[in-house]
């Protein structure tokens, strides 16, 4: 069973639209990360958050973290097919314990 | 500055083969950790060092074995793979309260 759990699992989108992919949990986290991860590269870290109702902004990318800290959402604005790949989060519950989410695969199209 | 690297990129197993994954970084990181990566499943904490000379157990350390050789350097062994091993392999390492980066991964399918 997986800690985190993201939704949803598959997402096809048009150039243009906006989007939001969900991470939620039941357990409180100290810390949540949110990593895109390209076909065949390891995955790279896009923000971390860290405060509970705390929002970051990265460009058209849009991050938050519930009050309670067990969930996040990062939502997308006018998506670009450079956005494609694999999003990931992940709970730091101690300092060096990561908990990945399932993972959602979107899909941009031109 | 190469950062992560891992070896071997792919590798093609019988069942009961055994192999090492080897690992290292050259940022001066003091904490890495290997992970496995499923469809469907994100990724999945194997083991992790926080330092030279430890190593605990992550989410599904079952049929492994890890080794911090040095500060630069930790390797995953499969004694005896088995096809549920078949996964893409990945290391990280990171300083305290900084980022984690991630190696490009090996791919290993076990027959």
């Known amino acids: 069973t997986q800690l985190l759990e993201q939704s949803p699992q598959f997402l096809s989108i048009q150039e243009g639209e906006n989007l939001t992919v969900y991470c939620n949990s039941s357990?409180?986290?100290?810390?949540l990360q949110w990593y895109r991860q390209e076909p065949g590269e390891g995955p790279v870290l896009l923000v971390t958050v860290v405060t509970g109702g705390e929002v970051k902004k990265l460009k058209r990318l849009t991050f938050q973290f519930g009050d309670a800290r067990k969930d996040s959402s990062l939502h997308i604005t006018a998506a670009q097919p450079g956005d494609t790949g694999l999003y990931l989060c992940?709970?730091?519950?101690?300092?060096?314990?990561?908990?990945f989410g399932t993972g959602t695969s979107l899909t941009v199209i031109p | 500055n190469a950062g992560v690297t891992q070896t071997p990129k792919f590798q093609v197993l019988k069942t009961g083969q055994s192999m090492t994954l080897q690992c290292a970084q050259d940022m001066n990181h003091n904490s890495m950790y290997w992970y496995r990566q499923d469809p469907g499943m994100g990724l999945r904490l194997i083991y992790y060092s926080a330092s030279e000379g430890t190593t605990d157990k992550g989410e599904v350390p079952n049929g492994y074995n890890v080794s911090r050789l040095n500060k630069r350097e930790f390797s995953l062994r499969l004694e005896s793979a088995a096809p549920s091993q078949t996964s893409v392999y990945f290391c990280a390492s990171k300083k305290i309260q900084e980022t984690q980066y991630f190696g490009p991964g090996t791919r290993l399918l076990v027959l």
């Open positions: 992940a709970g730091v519950r101690t300092g060096n314990q990561f908990y």
């Open positions: 357990s409180v986290f100290s810390s």
